[in-house]
């Protein structure tokens, strides 16, 4: 359990300052902290299609091994939908962005190697008039085994 404390205090570190970062900008691209041998690298992976992100998930994991990586937090601004079965469109390759029950998000996952997961959400709030702000963060801790998706695992050899 301390492994997993000692992630959560890592990704509640990094966090923080990201949030300031999407509140000034009103946007956040995609980015990985990575902690290496030698200390944090930070990597900023903007995509604009299923190609390019399937490109920069490969160069994390290299850049990841160069810098032998222990852990890593990944953040990005992302759409969600809570529903308690996969629809149909989605598994056939649709996006949740265009799913009806769709929220906006900064989620911020953790990973070490140990298989230590802690998954961190805001929900972006944007009113009709104004600048969007983030309701409270929620908080999951998970086993590597309950996470799965394109930009997770990326530790594993």
Do not use: C
């Amino acid at each position: 359990m301390t492994q997993e404390l000692n992630l959560a205090g890592f990704l509640a570190k990094l966090s923080a300052p990201m949030d300031e970062i999407f509140l000034e900008q009103q946007s956040m691209t995609p980015m990985w902290v990575v902690e290496g041998q030698d200390g944090l690298t930070v990597i900023e992976t903007p995509w604009t299609d299923d190609k390019e992100k399937a490109e920069m998930v490969q160069f994390v994991k290299k850049r990841m091994k160069e810098v032998k990586a222990t852990r890593y937090v990944h953040i990005a601004e992302v759409w969600m939908a809570e529903v308690r079965k996969m629809p149909e469109s989605i598994k056939l390759g649709g996006k949740v962005s265009s799913h009806p029950d769709r929220r906006e998000a900064i989620m911020a996952i953790a990973e070490d190697k140990n298989g230590n997961v802690v998954h961190r959400r805001r929900f972006i709030l944007r009113p009709e008039n104004g600048e969007a702000t983030l309701a409270p963060a929620e908080v999951t801790h998970l086993k590597g085994q309950d996470v799965d998706g394109t930009l997770t695992h990326l530790l594993d050899d």
